[in-house]
């Protein structure tokens, strides 16, 4: 196969991660790197041994040398270059949230044409835990699925030594909070390890921003959530359950689980560098609820995320959509589109 020409538009800290998930992919060449900053480029280029810096997307875009690019940019930018891109031939893979909303995903996808395109948020689905429960669950062990949920609640640490990003939790910027910067993650996980197969129908759902005694942890002029909670009903009357929240009055506590008729499995998304396990409470009639251990070992996040750049690299040369495609990104962006709208209607909202 040969290798993958891409250029990497942002050279910030995401950036960098890609860059160097790039250098350790064989499949891929970097040809070249783009930021608005012209000496966080040239670092990045020098650190990562890249030839060419261009000063804007645009710049690197013109280039024909460049078949794939990365975008590595705050949200309310990466459309515009998406589209830019399609129009110059170029393969996409864009950091996440997305988009913007739902609207931005739609208009990516018509505009993909034959292109290859995705979003980095499966980053835990390239875990072998995340492996042995999609297995699972496809097996039908669980039998009809009835709750699938995540709780992720963060407490609040001292005060950052530097500034917070401002574009992280500024709707203008990021489209949103939590519910876009982790909340993506989380959607992505439980929706792949059930197949895509849940369909969500109708959302109620609240979010809050922090709290005053720990606003120095965001921004200056912040406007977005650092908690949510929602009920989504799927199709079938299957029940996504996500809460997750940071800089929290609570102490910190982590969990996914998965719910079917016939047993349950508890799980863990964020798991590296330590020992982690999956749970599989099996179930008769003659012994009620055995718990059993389906699986347990050791995660590293780092190669995760040289397996995402692998599989776009891969996904170009095998004419296939990444793993996690538009389409797919799109449901995860309705979805929390749906969310906002529950949140501030103070109702349920179909999710369309």
Request: charged share 25%; aromatic share 6%; hydrophobic share 40%.
């Amino acid at each position: 196969m040969s290798r993958v020409r891409l250029g990497i538009i942002g050279c910030g800290v995401i950036g960098n991660a890609h860059l160097k998930s790039a250098a350790e992919t064989p499949e891929i060449e970097t040809v070249a790197v783009a930021d608005l900053r012209e000496e966080t480029a040239k670092a990045a280029a020098e650190k990562f041994g890249v030839k060419k810096v261009y000063p804007s997307g645009d710049a690197l875009l013109e280039d024909p040398g460049i078949e794939a690019v990365i975008l590595a940019m705050p949200a309310f930018a990466r459309m515009p270059l998406a589209l830019r891109a399609f129009a110059k031939g170029k393969h996409v893979l864009t950091e996440k949230p997305v988009a913007m909303n739902a609207d931005e995903v739609k208009t990516m996808i018509k505009a993909r044409g034959n292109r290859i395109a995705g979003c980095c948020s499966p980053r835990f689905r390239f875990t072998r835990n995340a492996e042995v429960a999609t297995k699972f669950v496809a097996s039908g062990a669980l039998g009809d699925l009835r709750m699938v949920r995540c709780r992720a609640v963060l407490a609040a640490g001292k005060p950052p030594k530097n500034p917070p990003p401002p574009w992280r939790l500024k709707k203008a910027m990021n489209g949103g909070g939590i519910l876009l910067n982790w909340g993506c993650y989380d959607l992505d996980y439980l929706l792949g390890i059930t197949g895509w197969k849940l369909k969500p129908m109708m959302v109620f759902a609240q979010t809050w921003t922090v709290p005053p005694q720990f606003a120095c942890h965001a921004a200056p002029g912040s406007d977005a959530e650092t908690y949510y909670t929602a009920l989504i009903r799927c199709e079938g009357g299957t029940v996504l359950s996500l809460e997750r929240g940071e800089f929290m009055p609570v102490q910190s506590e982590t969990a996914w689980q998965i719910i079917g008729t016939k047993g349950s499995l508890k799980l863990n998304m964020t798991i590296w560098n330590k020992q982690g396990q999956i749970i599989h409470d099996d179930t008769s009639t003659e012994e009620g609820v055995v718990t059993k251990t389906l699986w347990e070992g050791a995660e590293d996040l780092p190669p995760a995320n040289n397996q995402l750049v692998q599989d776009f690299a891969k996904a170009i040369r095998e004419g296939r959509q990444p793993m996690t495609s538009l389409e797919e990104a799109l449901v995860v962006q309705q979805i929390s589109d749906g969310i906002y709208a529950s949140a501030e209607r103070g109702v349920a909202v179909e999710i369309r």
